[in-house]
């Protein structure tokens, strides 16, 4: 079973930051917390990871709270191609056995003009 | 990222006949690959994880003689469906996991059984 709560759905408007959350109150201290967004008929693709600090790359910003219980996924500037169903997954990595991932039912973002 | 490219990326097959699906890890060795599968408005389903030279682990539910896998490189592994049936009609996706953290998924399969 999925590890991870997510609200079903959100609307942001374009340009504007997009704030997704997530909770994961039972997260082990072994576990990474990992974002994919899935776009209608396509494979998911990989956002971010990251264990307990902040991460940022170029698509994405991780805050990941204190007590890692829960975390939020921020896309800078909303286009609407950033829509699609972001799957919040928590999972044990490291080595070439690295855990699997088990996605829940994610959110489904709508970026509207 | 890293690319992991699936063959066919669409596929019709008659009922009671077997369709291969191929997942290829084209710029890394990936010694675990995994299988998903998804249905219209569903999320995705993990149905094995397939290890470089030896047997698959089967999700719960999932049979092993129907969705046959085989991983027999680094860099290839194979779903196959036998005996199809119409209900088996599905998304299929595998995935890569680079030695380390991440895993990178393919574009997907769609399978239409007749």
């Known amino acids: 079973d999925a590890k991870t709560t997510q609200p079903p759905s959100m609307d942001c408007a374009e340009g504007r930051a997009a704030n997704l959350p997530c909770n994961h109150s039972?997260?082990?201290?072994?576990?990474?917390v990992y974002w994919y967004r899935q776009i209608h008929s396509q494979g998911p693709q990989y956002i971010i990871h990251g264990l307990k600090n902040n991460e940022t790359n170029e698509m994405a910003s991780l805050i990941i709270t204190e007590d890692r219980k829960s975390s939020t996924l921020i896309l800078p500037h909303a286009t609407l191609r950033d829509t699609a169903v972001y799957y919040c997954?928590?999972?044990?990595?490291?080595?070439?056995?690295?855990?699997?991932?088990?996605f829940g039912q994610g959110t489904e973002l709508s970026v509207k003009p | 990222g890293a690319v992991v490219s699936q063959h066919p990326s669409r596929v019709i097959c008659k009922s009671g006949t077997s369709v291969k699906i191929e997942c290829r890890s084209l710029d890394f060795q990936a010694t675990t690959m995994f299988w998903y599968r998804q249905f219209p408005k569903q999320s995705l389903m993990l149905m094995a994880t397939?290890?470089?030279?030896?047997?698959?682990?089967?999700e719960q539910g999932v049979e092993k003689d129907k969705f046959l896998i085989n991983h027999a490189s680094l860099t290839l592994s194979t779903l196959t469906v036998t005996s199809a049936h119409p209900e088996d009609s599905s998304f299929y996706i595998c995935?890569?996991?680079?030695?380390?953290?991440?895993?990178?998924f393919g574009e997907g399969s769609w399978l239409t059984v007749v």
């Open positions: 397939s290890n470089e030279g030896s047997k698959a682990t089967y």
């Open positions: 997954i928590v999972r044990v990595a490291g080595g070439n056995q690295g855990g699997k991932l088990i």
């Open positions: 039972t997260i082990s201290g072994n576990e990474y």
């Open positions: 995935s890569g996991l680079l030695p380390g953290n991440t895993i990178y």
